[in-house]
């Protein structure tokens, strides 16, 4: 399964972004979709992550900013970013974890700045 990410960008601080990302082929069955980050000598830590049947669970310091969410039909999932601010600087990954397995995607650079 190959993760294909799009939407990152520069935005100025409180503005908004989408990422995309869609899988390459049907995931249907249980699955975890989610959204990690990471930057220049840190380590890669969780966004928002969500389930086949719609439970969320998201970082404190993300949460009522970001919202993600699925179309299970499109096998895409999606991360609504709002009130941006220059910490959440990032390249954002996409992470699919189905029977065992985890698959990333190749990342996509968000940077906020004025």
């Known amino acids: 399964v190959q993760l294909v990410e799009s939407g990152g960008g520069l935005v100025q601080p409180g503005g908004s972004l989408r990422l995309s990302c869609a899988a390459s082929?049907?995931?249907?069955?249980?699955?975890?979709m989610g959204w990690f980050r990471q930057g220049p000598g840190k380590e890669r830590e969780l966004v928002a992550t969500?389930?086949?049947?719609?439970?969320?669970n998201y970082a404190d310091s993300v949460n009522d900013r970001f919202t993600i969410s699925r179309d299970n039909a499109k096998n895409t999932v999606y991360l609504q970013m709002n009130s941006l601010k220059p910490e959440d600087t990032d390249v954002y990954y996409c992470?699919?974890?189905?029977?065992?397995?985890?698959?990333w995607g190749q990342g996509t650079q968000v940077t906020v700045s004025p």
């Open positions: 992470r699919l974890f189905r029977f065992g397995a985890v698959y």
């Open positions: 082929r049907d995931i249907s069955g249980l699955n975890d």
């Open positions: 969500i389930t086949t049947n719609g439970g969320t």
